[in-house]
């Protein structure tokens, strides 16, 4: 939420990382987390919230650092709720992927009208919104299709049979096992 962004926002990088989540677990900065997904062979979905103060000013931030990632078309995603930041990032990392996510609540939005025009290569649709039919309109438009936030097994099981590209959970080792004990491979 807005108040706990801002709150986010106010602190320092220093103090960000003085903070322990429990066990010695520190909060993890981008690069850290870029660093991990190398070490571990792994893609990563980059969500870009805009619920902050100065939006400007992290998009440019996002853009300067990712431009010198040289693994970045084969190891990022990146994706936000707002267009706005689809165009932007879209525009300025042309070499990157960009979907736009939506979710059940964008009545006018949620079957993602005019994503190429946003300069995205694909839509990240909220798990409720996806139907056989829906995800071969997209597929069938070229689009990558990943959808969100799903944690039930036998949900994840029947996404991978529509043919989404990739399951973003909560709890990736369970869906994992669950796509593989049915044949299906997951980007999870």
Do not use: M
Request: hydrophobic letters at 40%.
């Amino acid at each position: 939420n807005r108040e706990s962004s801002a709150h986010a926002e106010a602190l320092s990088t220093s103090a960000l990382q003085a903070l322990n989540l429990g066990d010695g677990e520190r909060v993890p900065l981008l690069d850290d987390v870029l660093d991990w997904a190398k070490r571990q062979d792994q893609r990563i979905n980059i969500e870009v919230k805009s619920d902050v103060r100065n939006r400007r000013g992290l998009i440019e931030a996002l853009v300067g650092r990712l431009a010198l990632e040289p693994e970045g078309p084969e190891r990022l995603l990146l994706s936000s709720f707002d267009p706005r930041f689809v165009f932007s990032l879209a525009h300025q990392l042309p070499d990157l992927p960009v979907c736009w996510l939506v979710h059940a609540q964008q009545r006018l939005l949620r079957r993602a009208p005019g994503y190429r025009l946003l300069g995205a290569v694909g839509v990240n649709p909220q798990h409720t919104l996806l139907s056989a039919n829906n995800v071969e309109r997209l597929k069938a438009d070229g689009a990558l299709v990943n959808t969100w936030t799903v944690n039930a097994p036998e949900l994840a099981v029947a996404y991978a049979l529509f043919g989404v590209d990739s399951i973003i959970s909560d709890c990736p080792g369970k869906i994992r096992v669950a796509l593989d004990a049915n044949g299906q491979r997951s980007h999870s």
